[in-house]
């Protein structure tokens, strides 16, 4: 599976934007998911967002809930983060992640089997 993560920038506090993750072109079987990680200098990678691929299961991290929607369009075989009122402490590289055996669906999870490039996102205030 290749992953290609898209729509970083240099955004000010309060401000918005939104991410892209394409999947390559294929099926994915019912207990795949997503999910949209971000990693900080000096920090460890944590998932903030994850959305199953059938149905619309999804989890968030408390530090973005309210303030991020993951979402998806499986015609397009593309998962997105809208991220609201942007914190300084967002600033990250952030990536996306598939899995084809998750049942549930949860930020927690560790174990992703595919993985795309970071997209940076650089929060200023």
């Known amino acids: 599976v290749q992953l290609q993560a898209s729509g970083g920038g240099l955004v000010q506090v309060g401000g918005s934007l939104r991410l892209s993750c394409a999947a390559s072109?294929?099926?994915?079987?019912?207990?795949?998911?997503v999910g949209w990680f971000r990693q900080a200098p000096g920090k460890e990678r944590e998932c903030v967002a994850a959305?199953?691929?059938?149905?619309?299961?999804?989890d968030y991290t408390d530090s973005v809930k309210g303030r991020f929607t993951i979402s998806k369009d499986n015609a397009k075989n593309t998962v997105y983060l809208q991220m609201n009122s942007l914190k300084p402490e967002d600033t990250a590289v952030y990536y996306c992640?598939?899995?084809?055996?998750?049942?549930?669906?949860?930020?927690?999870?560790?174990?992703?089997?595919?993985w795309g490039q970071g997209t940076l996102v650089t929060v200023s205030s």
């Open positions: 959305i199953s691929w059938q149905g619309s299961k999804t």
């Open positions: 072109g294929r099926t994915f079987s019912r207990y795949a998911a």
């Open positions: 992640a598939l899995d084809e055996t998750i049942i549930v669906v949860s930020v927690t999870r560790k174990l992703w089997a595919s």
